[in-house]
Every structure is written in structure tokens, then in C-alpha cells.
């Protein structure tokens, strides 16, 4: 079994999705493997990663709204030293994920074909997320 592992920046541009699929089939190209698991963690806790419909633009539309509604600034946070939005993000990425696991298969990232991993920011702000991929694997 083999290891490879390396450090993504992404800048965002404030709330929504950022596209992480082109970079993470480079890494999976870059490990040469053929077979295994490429793990992506983000180290943020007002960010979160999702693998979510790729082709209509309208649906991360829809999943931006519905969690902003779940989770509204509006509401009565305790937690408001770090802007209005801090704690809507840190609820919005409580019930998301801070980590995907997708499978390699011949060499490529075993998404299906309406799929692609996303880095979803969570704050209004632009911020600059670091997350870990670890592709294990022969």
C-alpha cells in the first residue's frame, strides 16, 4: 500500500461552493494509483466539503438557501464576536461534513457522473480555507 498526501489552499470568493474535482483528479493523477481512497479534510470549522450535483447550477442555488434558512443569521446566537455570519457558519458546517471519502478506480476518482466535491464557505467573506488530501492505495 502506498501514501501520498498533500496540503490544498482555496481561496473563496464568500458564500457558496467552489468546485474542488479538477484539483482533486490531478492529485489522483499525480499519485499514480490505480486503486484505493482519496480522503479530502478541510481544517476550518465555519466551512465544509459536500459532493453534490454538478451540471445544474440551480440545485447548489437551492442548497444555499435551504441552509441559510436552517441556520439565519437572524437567530438569537450567543456566539457573535466574530461577525453576525460566524455562528450561522459554524452551525451550517455542524450539519455538513468536514471530510469526504471518494474511491480511486483506475486511476481516477470514482465520482458518478452528475458528481463532483465541493469546498461549500459557510461566511460572507472571502477566506482562504486549508484542507488535507490523502490518497492511500496501490
Known amino acids: 500500500m502506498r501514501m501520498f498526501q498533500r ?3 482555496v481561496s473563496t470568493h464568500g458564500q457558496g461552493l ?10 489522483v493523477c499525480e499519485s499514480q494509483l490505480s486503486t484505493g481512497l482519496c480522503s479530502v479534510f478541510v481544517q476550518h470549522t465555519s466551512a465544509s466539503l459536500v459532493i453534490q450535483e454538478n451540471a445544474d447550477p440551480s440545485v447548489q442555488r437551492d442548497l444555499q438557501n435551504w441552509l441559510s434558512e436552517l441556520a439565519p443569521e437572524s ?22 461534513h468536514t471530510s469526504e471519502s471518494i474511491p ?8 458518478g457522473q452528475w458528481q463532483g466535491v465541493y469546498l461549500w464557505e459557510h ?9 488535507i488530501v490523502h490518497l492511500s492505495g496501490e
Open 7 to 9: 496540503e490544498l489552499v
Open 18 to 27: 467552489t468546485d474542488l474535482t479538477p484539483r482533486l483528479r490531478q492529485l
Open 75 to 96: 437567530a438569537r446566537w450567543e456566539h457573535c464576536e466574530e461577525g453576525p455570519d460566524d455562528m450561522p457558519a459554524h452551525a451550517r458546517a455542524a450539519i455538513t
Open 104 to 111: 480511486i478506480v483506475a486511476g481516477k476518482l470514482g465520482l
Open 123 to 131: 461566511r460572507r467573506s472571502a477566506h482562504e480555507r486549508h484542507l
